[in-house]
Antibody
Framework: EVQLVESGGGLVQPGGSLRLSCVAS????????MNWVRQAPGKGLEWISYISHSSVTIFYAESVKGRFTISRDNAKNSLYLQMNSLRDEDTAVYYCAGDSNWSFDHWGQGSLVTVSS | QSALTQPASVSGSPGQSITISCTGT?????????VSWYQQHPGKAPKLMIY???KRPSGVSNRFSGSKSGNTASLTISGLQAEDEADYYCCSYAGSNTFDWVFGGGTKLTVL
């Protein structure tokens, strides 16, 4: 069974930092491109970052560029998102999502990040 | 990139068919056959229902179908069932100048 399990969310003050993790099982993680997608409370989905299977190619949405860093460790079947200079508008549930066939076919359960003073 | 435009809500009775539209631009939906659709039940993660405009992943009911014309993609659900009640999101690749994915604002489907 495919599983993606996020962790690391929580309450952080504006300007603070947080690191999310996502552990994969049930599929060959090292062959999958991975993404982070977020969803603000009561709002829609927003793609924020992509990393290729080998970490060679990385992209970010403009809304997080320069503040967030995506990385992965294929030996640990793990995906990470380092979030710095957090803002109120970064409050959201953060999902890790594997992609194939140009779509997001595996999703984690999400990790809630709340940015508030 | 701006979000794709979806109706806020649609409804239908059990057994009926409904269609959800997703309107983009010539920079996203109109340029790529890379539209996907996701179903999201309250408090749950999204689930892929359609990819590459009209393809169904293994395990997804054939009651779900997708299509595209110009800058508008559509998701049709036939033979509505109570468990289809959920939020539905479309998504399109939009990377003409850079890598980017854009989602629609979501449509709440109510099964009456």
């Amino acid at each position: 069974e495919v599983q993606l399990v996020e962790s690391g969310g929580g309450l952080v003050q504006p300007g603070g930092s947080l690191r999310l993790s996502c552990v994969a099982s049930g599929f060959t993680f090292s062959t999958y491109s991975m993404n982070w997608v977020r969803q603000a409370p009561g709002k829609g989905l927003e793609w924020i970052s992509y990393i290729s299977h080998s970490s060679v190619t990385i992209f970010y949405a403009e809304s997080v560029k320069g503040r967030f860093t995506i990385s992965r460790d294929n030996a640990k079947n793990s995906l990470y998102l380092q979030m710095n200079s957090l803002r109120d508008e970064d409050t959201a549930v953060y999902y890790c999502a594997g992609d194939s066939n140009w779509s997001f076919d595996h999703w984690g359960q999400g990790s809630l990040v709340t940015v508030s003073s | 990139q701006s979000a794709l435009t979806q109706p806020a809500s649609v409804s239908g009775s059990p057994g009926q068919s409904i269609t959800i539209s997703c309107t983009g631009t010539s920079s996203d939906v109109g340029s790529y056959d890379l539209v996907s659709w996701y179903q999201q039940h309250p408090g749950k993660a999204p689930k892929l229902m359609i990819y590459e405009v009209s393809k169904r992943p293994s395990g997804v009911s054939n009651r779900f179908s997708g299509s595209k014309s110009g800058n508008t993609a559509s998701l049709t659900i036939s033979g509505l069932q109570a468990e289809d009640e959920a939020d539905y999101y479309c998504c399109s690749y939009a990377g003409s100048n850079t890598f980017d994915w854009v989602f629609g604002g979501g449509t709440k489907l109510t099964v009456l």
